[in-house]
């Protein structure tokens, strides 16, 4: 695909683009991702002009699945805003495609939790208590006991 700095469209969709994101920035909401999204989107639909000259569920699926190589949260809100851009089309037009939120991609999170020892704990305020300094080991022992209160309760 080849890039474009500027924000103007040349896909078969180009007015209800430029139209979109006129009312997003209309909104404060048009913010530089969107752009991105909808370069991308316009690009994509205008190497596919010779199949059709509307967005189709077909061309939304082939659209993400060129979309694989990016992380999920990456996908999902390409998709998003693809159906944003849906949703405005269709107030124009009720009888126009929108893509079902279900088939939004989905994004599990890789975040583990870690829990500290009492050990770990004693030895986290021990270390700070011999920080350097008249108020410092004292301010540091302190949060670390309000962190460790309010995020784990009370041990």
């Known amino acids: 695909m080849r890039r474009r700095r500027s924000n103007v469209f040349s896909g078969p969709l180009r007015s209800e683009f430029d139209d979109f994101a006129a009312y997003r920035q209309s909104l404060g909401t048009c913010h530089g991702h969107v752009w991105v999204v909808l370069r991308h989107l316009d690009d994509f639909l205008e190497q596919e002009a010779s199949v059709t000259r509307d967005l ?3 061309l939304l699926n082939e ?6 190589d990016r992380a999920a949260i990456t996908r999902r809100n390409y ?4 159906r944003q851009f849906c949703v405005f089309r269709a107030r124009a037009d009720p009888a126009g495609f929108i893509p079902d939120a279900v088939s939004c991609p989905r994004v ?3 975040f583990r939790p870690y829990i500290y020892s009492d050990q ?10 011999m920080l350097s300094g008249e108020l410092r080991p004292h301010t540091y022992a302190t949060l670390l006991h309000l962190n460790f209160i309010s995020s784990g309760g009370v041990r």
């Open 56 to 58: 189709t569920q077909q």
């Open 63 to 68: 659209w993400m699945t060129r979309l694989a």
């Open 79 to 82: 998709f998003r805003v693809a």
């Open 108 to 110: 599990t999170t890789r």
């Open 120 to 129: 770990e704990i004693r030895a986290l305020i021990k270390a700070a208590t």
